[in-house]
C-alpha cells in the first residue's frame, strides 16, 4: 500500500489555472498514476492517468487541451495542472495508485485498476 494526499484544490475564478500534487508515502517510480474526481450527486469520474516515465499520459475527452498530469518521481509526487477551468470542473479530486507498471490489463479509466487512493482535495470553480 502507497498513502497518497493531496493538496492545492481551492477556489477558482472560472478561466483560472490550480496546480494540484499529490505526495506519496513510499516510492511510486514504477506505479502507474491517476487522477479522478466527484462531483456533487455524480459518480466519481477518470480524469488523468501516467505511467512511471511519463510517456503514457491519458486524459478524459472533457479535460484535453486544459489539464496536464505529470510525475516527480525522485519526489513521489505527482500533479495535475488545470487551465481553463469551467464551472463542471467542480469537485473533489482525487490521486490514485496502481502498485504496478502501466501494463497489459491495466484499464486506468476503471477505478477497480487502483489499489490506494488518496482523501481528495476540494476544486471549486465559480464566476
Known amino acids: 500500500q502507497v498513502h497518497l494526499v493531496e493538496s492545492g484544490g481551492e477556489p477558482v475564478q472560472i478561466g483560472g489555472s490550480l496546480r494540484l500534487s499529490c505526495a506519496a508515502s513510499g516510492r511510486i517510480s514504477s506505479h502507474a498514476l491517476g487522477w479522478w474526481r466527484q462531483a456533487p450527486g455524480k459518480e466519481r469520474e477518470f480524469v488523468a492517468a501516467?505511467?512511471?516515465?511519463?510517456?503514457?499520459?491519458e486524459y478524459t475527452d472533457s479535460v484535453k487541451g486544459r489539464f496536464t498530469i505529470s510525475r516527480d518521481n525522485a519526489k513521489n509526487t505527482v500533479f495535475l495542472q488545470m487551465d481553463s477551468l469551467k464551472p463542471e470542473d467542480t469537485a473533489v479530486y482525487y490521486c490514485?495508485?496502481?502498485?504496478?507498471?502501466?501494463?497489459?490489463?491495466?484499464?486506468?479509466?476503471?477505478?477497480?485498476?487502483?489499489?490506494?487512493w488518496g482523501r481528495g482535495t476540494q476544486v471549486t470553480v465559480s464566476s
Open positions: 490514485a495508485a496502481h502498485l504496478a507498471p502501466y501494463g497489459e490489463g491495466f484499464n486506468s479509466a476503471d477505478g477497480r485498476s487502483y489499489e490506494s
Open positions: 501516467i505511467n512511471w516515465r511519463g510517456s503514457i499520459r
